[in-house]
Each structure stands twice: as C-alpha cells, then as structure tokens.
C-alpha cells in the first residue's frame, strides 16, 4: 500500500498517523493513512518481518472432543429449541444462526486459526471446513483435516457460507473479492471487522482495535459498503456487536500500559462499560460489526 492513496476509494487526500505497537508492547511506530473520503485507515507499509508481531499462543490446537452436555446445548442453540438456553449467548453461533446453516451447506471459515468453532460445528454434523496459512501444519480432528493451511487464493470448491471472523483485517484488500468468487449462487459471506466510528474519534492512535501493524486494513462503514459493492457483494444485515474491550483496552494505551500488562477491570466496571458498548452498538457507533453479505 502507498502511504498517500486510500487502497479502497484511491484518493490521494488523507491524514497520516503514527500508531504505536501495544498489543506486545514493543512500542514500534506504524504509519497509517486515514482517507478523508471514505474514512478507511490502511497500513502505509507492511514490516517484512510481520510474523514475529503474532503472539506465540495465537494458534494453539485445540485437539479435546465436545462433552456429550456440550454437544447437547449446541445442538439446541442452533435449533428451533435456541431459547431455552438463550440465557448465555454465543456470538459464534449466533452467527450461525444468522446465515441459516443446514447440515447440507459447506462451510469455510478464513484466517480461522485452529478452527475451535469448525470443531463444534463437524461434531454437530456440519461441513465446515477452515484455511489459515499462518498454522504451523494442516489441524485435524476426528473427521480429518479441519484446517488447511492455505490461502483461500489456494481453494478450488465453492462454498455456500464463507466466514471472516476478524480475519479480514489481517488479509490484503482482494480477499473480499476472491471470497466472491468461491460464494454459490445463494452463498452467504460474514466479515466480521472492527470499525473506525466514535472509539476512533475518543481515543485517536490508542484505539486498541487499530491493532498495529497486525491490521492492515481498519474500515469505516462507508469505506466497507464501498469495498462490498467492488467486491461484488451487496450489503443485507449489519449487526455492532462491540464489547467493553473497546474502553479498557483503550484506556490503557493511553496510560502507556500494553495489552500483557492490563490489569482487567472490576466485575462494577466491566457492567458498566457494557452497557455503554450496548448504546454504540444501537446508535450503530460500535467498534466492530459483523456485516452479512450477499452476491450483487
């Protein structure tokens, strides 16, 4: 990416900001352009060294099979029975719900890691099926290979739900197009993102969910709608989805403290930050949302 043109609308009008690494607390300075046209925030270089910027447990393999009680409550979240055990939510698979998965749907989660959702949904008698090419080998299970570790620009099979759960921001700006082109007629695609909205305008360069250099790409609902649209995709749901992690984490920064060394807020503080996330995510003000998308 160039530090002077947005990588989604190419205006070459924007301002430049310095964002500090926090997550490891390395403190490294990373450029990034914000487009005064559609808001997007891009990465002006990406390190070559990006890899040693990931934390060492990022992707260890979950290997254990789902308890019999386990396998029970999935099976009736994501039936018509789900509330009965609405009372403790999953964002997963509400999402899942959401896209209406059925057991003769196939499934592809992208950048998903190990694939613990993939290993919940293949014991429920689902065809999911991952790809991460960061995995230090292909992750099997039970049923077989459960992540591949490829790119989706290696995937040849088409599938009818293709998900982005906050792997879209790691990726570089085709991804959402190459999607499109492995989506069914029918097919469904979430990308699930952080969002440049008030987090960014309260907290600037502390934003937690800047997350630099990690994401490459931090969108703005306009400069997301703008990249759907290109991608070949139109624009059904969008659900903010933002937790009390945009506050605390943010706080922190501010205070110079990096994400290993928070200390996590009180059980009084976390209810109260929820609820504020609560109101941003009605006033459609959150930090992240999770946008379903159909073929245009």
Not at 93 to 111: A, C, E, F, P, S
Request: a neutral charge; proline letters at 4%.
């Amino acid at each position: 990416m160039h530090a002077n043109c947005c990588p989604v609308c190419q205006s070459e009008l924007g301002v430049p900001h310095l964002v500090r690494e926090m997550m490891l607390g390395t403190r490294e300075e990373f450029l990034y352009f914000e487009c005064s046209e559609c808001g997007c925030l891009s990465l002006a270089e990406t390190p070559s060294n990006l890899d040693r910027y990931s934390t060492e447990d990022q992707f260890l393999l979950e290997r254990e099979t789902l308890s019999m009680a386990r396998k029970f409550k999935d099976s009736v979240y994501l039936s018509r029975l789900s509330f009965l055990v609405n009372w403790r939510r999953r964002a997963d698979l509400d999402l899942i719900r959401r896209v209406q998965l059925t057991k003769d749907m196939n499934l592809l989660d992208v950048g998903c890691g190990s694939g613990r959702l993939l290993g919940e949904l293949r014991e429920l008698g689902y065809k999911a099926r991952g790809v991460d090419p960061s995995v230090p080998a292909d992750v099997q299970d039970r049923f077989g290979i459960r992540v591949e570790r490829k790119t989706l620009a290696e995937v040849t099979d088409f599938f009818d739900v293709i998900l982005f759960r906050h792997s879209l921001e790691l990726l570089p700006i085709d991804m959402l197009k190459l999607a499109r082109e492995h989506i069914n007629k029918n097919g469904s695609c979430v990308a699930c993102i952080p969002l440049a909205s008030w987090a960014w305008r309260a907290y600037a360069t502390d934003w937690a969910q800047l997350n630099a250099p990690r994401h490459l790409l931090v969108h703005s609902s306009k400069s997301f709608s703008l990249l759907s649209e290109k991608s070949g995709f139109r624009i059904e749901r969008v659900i903010f989805d933002s937790t009390e992690f945009q506050f605390w984490a943010s706080d922190s920064y501010q205070r110079d403290i990096p994400l290993a060394e928070m200390i996590e807020p009180t059980r009084l503080q976390r209810s109260r930050m929820r609820r504020l996330a609560a109101a941003l995510n009605l006033r459609e003000q959150g930090d992240t949302a999770q946008f379903y998308l159909k073929p245009a």
